[in-house]
């Protein structure tokens, strides 16, 4: 789609705050970000406030190239359309009833960063993916795995919760995942965050499209409301974001995020 990218800084914008950014081929000037559209160019004009971060360190290119959309999607299904606390919010005794989510597609790009924030907060994450990446959602934290490829995985899953699931994440948002999705949140309802804008099949099931390029956008025109969720760009809208930022560091230290098990590159060949 030409959004993600990573690369070296080779000049800076006459507006960019002094300190912000090295010019050319320094290891701090490696960049990985989000662009709208772009990205399969050879040069590319970047926001150097929204749209570039620091590769972490021990990254390849091909690597960091991942970090732009996916991650912060994720973060803002969780944490902004699904309105789930941060993990750095303590919670009595009483409230510590493990909750349930669903991630659908949890081999995918945001799936696979979804499942691990989700095991970060503590809830008790079920994922679908084809039989051949079962042990891959497992290995990163999916407590029971369903093959979406089953005609039955949708009763499947509302026995697993017995239909009582309130909450998912649809990380492919086309074909049959609306009505699979949806039918598996319990009878009373509930919510979903999409990827791709459709509409509920299901009256009682609220829908909402959670797309990077579409928070930032508003983060744009009102640029004294972000704030950085780790090193990414995201809009201080609820207390869970605002404590997940004051913790960014802690995030990083304590959440171990596995990387993707591909090169991006293989998907050109």
């Given at each position: 789609?030409?959004?993600?990218f990573a690369g070296?800084v080779?000049?800076?914008g006459?507006?960019?705050p002094e300190?912000m950014w090295?010019?050319?081929?320094f290891?701090?000037?490696h ?16 926001d150097a406030e ?12 091909e690597e ?15 944490h902004e359309?699904l309105?789930?606390?941060s993990?750095?919010?303590?919670k ?5 009833t493990?909750?349930?989510i ?16 989700a095991k ?8 679908t993916a084809?039989?051949k990446n079962f ?7 999916a407590?029971?795995?369903?093959d ?8 499947k899953?509302r026995a697993?919760?017995?239909?009582a ?8 948002s ?11 949140i319990r ?19 609220k829908?909402?499209f959670s797309m990077?390029?579409?928070l930032?956008r508003p ?6 409301s972000?704030f950085v969720?780790g090193?990414?760009p995201?809009r201080?809208q609820?207390?869970s974001?605002?404590?997940?930022y004051?913790?960014?560091s802690s995030?990083r230290?304590?959440?171990?995020l596995?990387r993707f098990?591909?090169?991006p590159?293989?998907l050109?060949?």
């Amino acid at each position: 789609m030409g959004h993600d990218f990573a690369g070296v800084v080779e000049e800076l914008g006459p507006d960019v705050p002094e300190g912000m950014w090295t010019p050319f081929p320094f290891t701090e000037s490696h960049t990985t970000a989000v662009q709208p559209n772009g990205a399969f160019s050879e040069y590319l004009v970047a926001d150097a406030e929204l749209e570039v971060v620091p590769i972490p360190g021990g990254w390849s290119f091909e690597e960091a190239a991942q970090l732009g959309i996916a991650p912060i999607t994720a973060v803002q299904c969780l944490h902004e359309t699904l309105e789930l606390p941060s993990p750095f919010e303590t919670k009595s005794t009483a409230e510590q009833t493990k909750r349930t989510i669903l991630i659908w597609g949890g081999a995918s790009a945001v799936g696979q960063y979804a499942i691990q924030f989700a095991k970060l907060c503590g809830l008790r994450v079920l994922t679908t993916a084809s039989s051949k990446n079962f042990d891959l959602v497992k290995g990163l934290g999916a407590d029971e795995v369903f093959d979406y490829r089953n005609e039955d995985v949708v009763e499947k899953i509302r026995a697993a919760t017995g239909n009582a699931l309130d909450i998912a994440i649809d990380t492919i948002s086309e074909g049959k995942t609306p009505e699979q999705v949806t039918g598996a949140i319990r009878d009373k309802g509930g919510k979903v965050a999409i990827i791709l804008p459709y509409e509920s099949p299901r009256p009682t099931v609220k829908v909402t499209f959670s797309m990077l390029p579409d928070l930032l956008r508003p983060v744009r025109s009102v640029r004294s409301s972000h704030f950085v969720y780790g090193s990414f760009p995201f809009r201080k809208q609820t207390a869970s974001g605002t404590s997940i930022y004051s913790n960014r560091s802690s995030l990083r230290e304590r959440s171990n995020l596995s990387r993707f098990p591909y090169n991006p590159t293989d998907l050109l060949e």
